[in-house]
Structure formats: C-alpha cells, structure tokens
C-alpha cells in the first residue's frame, strides 16, 4: 500500500492594508507607530512600509478608470512669410542661446549678444520674414523675460506664437499684449460685429490693441468704437484709451475730444486738451489763441522787427480756462500766474504769432527781446508747443547755433528753458544729425549722450564721423574712460557698421600721457575693440538677412 502525502496547504493571502493606514504610519514614523504591514526576514519597518506603501499605489492606479480624452488643440494657422536664410536661422538661435538681460557676461571686448538681439528682430521684421517654428518656444521665453523685446518677438513669432501662447500660461503676455501696430493675428475679427464683440469682451490690453489697429486703418471706425463704450469705462482706462488717439489723430476727433474736456478725471481732461492743443483748426486752439493775445503782445515801436515783447500774465484761472485743461494749482516753487501764461501759450497754434507780429518769421520773433523777465517762461512755453505741434521752423529757432555754451545743470532756472533733445525731435533727420554733429565739434561728448538719443539710426554722416572724433580725442587726452560708457554703448548700436575699418586703429593699446587716468589705455584699446567686433557682428546680420 502506497502512502500519499498530504497536499501543502497554502497560506491564506494577506488581507489589503489600507492606504490611510499606510499614510498615518508613515507621517508618524514607524518608531512611534507599528506599521501595519509584515517584515520579510532582514527587512526593517520602514522598508516594509515603503514596500507595502508600491504596491498599494500600484493596485490604486490599476483600478482607476480612464478619463475621457481631450480633444487635441486645433492646428496651427498658416504664416505665409518667407522662412529666414540658413544663416540668419543660426543667428538667431545664437542669440536666443544667450538672451539673458542685458549685460556682459564674457571678456569685455566681446560684443554683448544680449543687446543685438533687440536689432536682430527689427531686422528681420523689415524683411518680412517669420520665425522658425522650432525657435519660437526659445523666442517667447526671451520675450516673456524682457519686455522691451516683445513688440517685434510677436511680430517676427506672428499668428503660430499667439497660437503656442494659448497653448502655455507662461506667454499669456503674448495674448494681453497682441499683436505690433499695422499687423493682425490670424484671429483677427472679420466683420463689425466680430470687432464689437472682441471690444466688448477681450482683456484690456486687447482692447487696447484693437483699437489702436482698428484708428489706424480706419480712424472714424476707432472712434466709434470708444465713443460706444466710454460712459462705462474707469477713469484710467479712459486716460490710457485717450492717448492712443494721438497716432492718428485727424480734425474729425475733435467734437469727441471736446466732449472729454468735461470728463470728471483731471488726467483725462488734461490729455484731452494736449490732443486739441494738436490740432491747429479746432475751436479749443482758437479760445486758447485769444486768451493769449490777451497777455503777450509787442509793445509800439517803429517797426515789428525792433519792438519788445510784453507780458500781461492771468490774473485768475477761470472755470473757462479751467474746462479747457488749465491747470489752476501750479507745482512746488513756480508762480501761479507764470503757470497759467505757459499752459496758455503751449496750447496756442504758433502760426497765430506770426499774424499777432506784423509777419515776423519764427527766427526774428525768438530774437525779440521781452519785457520784466518774462522770456524764460515765455520761451518754454514756445519749446513745449514746438515739439507738440511737430513745427521744425520753431523748433529750429528755439535751438540756436550749435556752437553756443550748453547750460550748466547748476545754471538759475530761467537760463534752462531749452530742451535740445526735445527740439531735434521736430526737425528731419538729416538735419538733426548735421546740428549734433556740429555740437560734439564744438563741445565734445560730455553733454551730447540725450542728444544722440534722438538722432535716426545708423547714424548719419557727418554725425558717425563726429562721435568717432570725439572718441579718438578723448583717448588720446587719456580722458577717465569709464564717463564715456554710456556713449561706447550707444555706438555699439548706432554707428553705421562701415565705421569698423576706421576704427580698426585705435584698437591698439596707446601710450598712457602723463596725467591719465590709471588703466585707462587698456580701458579703451578693449572698448574699441567691442565696438569693431560689434559693428562687423552687425554687418554680418545684415548680410545674412538679406541672403548674401
């Protein structure tokens, strides 16, 4: 008889911990709680719990039921731009590589990538091209990190950056802020009602945007635009909606304008009057030009040329003068009749003086004396409305000869009443660039960095030829060289890049003359040869765009 075995009885399997069981020994800590859980020999409490702890999760996740799928985005919208040249692509992602703010982080005579970049993309906007797909996620970071790159990023990004912003939180910039002026996303409204509703619905800075692409193509659409909403919106955004009319401003806005004039925020009154102030026909430059026959006029002489200018200025600031945007209250040390004259004057149509003064051209009416101290106010005033009313003739008057003393900071106020920087800004390019040329050639750098501010870029000649001058003076003086960073930056990006060979010589390291400042030779052999090496940098961009 064959004896059988007993059959191996299994272990009964081990009941399932829970996971709030798990969790609580494991926020406790298995010193101060016995997890529930059984070692396997060799194997420490923790290990056991932290084991258990796996499994657990897998059998929670096994046991989950698939949410239902999203549906995919929609694909991108078409760009019909032409791709960037090899060469340019790879500039690019050079550029983007070192996007970092502004700032050198390398030998201080390598060129600041960081600060190229900026020109790249204005560049490469002129071209019409768009950017490559696979750097835009690159371009919006560098965007979303500097903010003086945005503009022409979303230009250069256009309809499949705004596409990629929707997709990524991150570059919600991109949406608040749309698209450059002059140019439309692909979800650009295509009828009244769609830009209706996008007015009536989108972010501020949408609506911002919208209106400001909407006045530039058809400015009596803008307008009425604002016109329907503006009893509904804040006081700033009134303000900030107001001084985007000023682009295209047109003598159509005016009864808007003079609506806002009654606008119970100051701001807006105030902004409203500077438009008006704009439009030489308009009733308010008008009321404005009589009340100031009433206080400036030419004493009798006998003739216009040789007479004096006298000065009879507000007694009060009436609630008239008030509506139309006179500031009654005047700031801290200025004279409220002074104030209330200039605010009068700078709203005045400067073709009235001209009429007021026997026909007296810009030039000879600056050049008339005028009477108990009154020309520094009177004078400003003529600044301010040169510059807001565009005059070059006035503008050029007000300036003078570029070869008289700049005024000292330290100077009385009444002698600081010209704002050379401000004027340039009136006159034609050429001619701008030709005045501070003429004044670096008479007072050197010193005083001349807001000036080259202003000047088109690249500088034109005689001005690149004028700062390089100046620069190669100052080196041979072995002037302090740090003072003129501000001016080497600025040639870093201004100079016309043909200016690199001339420049070439002055790279090398010059003998120190006695008195210089220490180091300041190698300062400067370094500075130069940044701005050699930034200026053939900016040649090759040129060419690589243009696809030579």
């Given amino acids: 008889m064959t004896s059988t075995a007993p059959a191996p009885v299994s272990a009964p399997a081990p ?32 290990s056991a719990l932290l084991d258990a702890a796996a499994l657990s999760t897998v059998r929670r996740r096994a046991g989950l039921r698939p949410a239902p799928a999203r549906p995919g985005p929609a694909p991108a919208p078409e760009d019909p731009r032409p791709p960037l040249p090899p060469a340019a692509r790879s500039r690019l992602a050079m550029l983007l590589a070192d996007r970092s703010s502004p700032g050198r982080s390398g030998p201080r005579s390598a060129p600041d990538l960081a600060e190229l970049l900026p020109q790249w993309l204005a560049l490469a906007n002129q071209h019409g091209y768009r950017a490559p797909d696979a750097l835009l996620p690159t371009l919006l970071d560098a965007a979303r990190a500097r903010t003086d790159l945005r503009p022409e990023a979303l230009a250069l990004g256009g309809p499949r950056a705004l596409w990629l912003a929707r997709l990524n939180p991150d570059w919600k910039f991109a ?24 007015w009536e619905e989108g972010l501020f800075a949408e609506r911002v945007s919208l209106l400001a692409r909407t006045r530039h193509r058809d400015p009596a659409a803008g307008l009425a635009l604002l016109d329907g909403t503006w009893s509904t919106e804040r006081a700033e955004d009134r303000l900030m909606f107001l001084d985007s ?37 308009s009733a308010f430059a008008a009321r404005m ?40 209250k005047p700031p801290s040390g200025r004279g409220e009749r002074s104030w209330w004259l200039s605010q009068l004057v700078e709203a005045t149509p400067l073709a009235c003086w001209s009429e007021r003064f026997g026909g007296l051209d ?97 500088w034109a000649e005689p001005l690149g030829g004028a700062v390089v001058d100046a620069l190669d003076i100052a080196r041979d003086a072995g002037s302090y060289p740090w003072s003129f960073s501000g001016i080497m930056g600025l040639a870093e990006r201004c100079l016309d890049p043909a200016q690199a060979d001339r420049l070439e010589v002055l790279t090398a390291l010059p003998d120190e003359p006695e008195g210089a400042a220490p180091g300041a030779g190698g300062y400067w052999s370094e500075a130069f040869q940044r701005l050699v090496g930034t200026l053939r940098l900016r040649a090759a961009m040129r060419s690589e765009l243009a696809g030579t």
Avoid: Y
């Fill in 15 to 46: 009941a399932p911990v829970s996971w709030d069981d798990l969790v609580a020994a494991a926020l406790l800590g298995t010193e101060r709680r016995t997890p529930p859980v059984a070692a396997r020999p060799g194997q420490d409490a923790a």
């Fill in 289 to 328: 030009a009589e009340r100031s026959a009433a206080c400036v006029s030419l004493s009798p002489a006998t003739s216009p040329a040789t007479g004096q200018i006298t000065v009879d200025a507000p007694a009060r600031c009436d609630s008239g003068m008030q509506r139309d945007g006179v500031v009654p």
């Fill in 362 to 458: 810009a030039d000879r009416i600056v050049a008339l004396p005028v009477a108990d101290g009154w020309q520094a106010d009177l004078h400003a005033a003529w600044c301010r409305a040169a510059v807001r009313q565009r005059s070059a003739e006035w503008s050029r008057a007000l300036l003078g000869s570029p070869g008289a003393p700049p005024v000292a900071a330290g100077e009385p106020a009444a002698a600081i009443w010209r704002d050379p920087a401000k004027l340039l800004s009136a006159l034609p390019a050429e001619e701008r660039a030709q005045w501070v040329a003429d004044f670096i050639a008479s007072h050197g750098l010193s005083d001349a960095f807001r000036l080259l501010g202003v000047c088109a870029v690249p």
């Fill in 245 to 281: 009319l000023r682009d295209d401003l047109a003598p159509s806005d005016e009864p808007f304008l003079e609506q806002a004039l009654s606008d119970r925020s100051r701001n807006v009154r105030a902004t409203a009057a500077e438009l008006l102030a704009a439009l030489p026909g």
């Fill in 175 to 198: 949406l608040r802020g749309g698209p450059g002026r002059g140019t439309a996303p692909a979800s650009e409204p295509g009828g009244t009602a769609d830009v209706r509703r996008q």
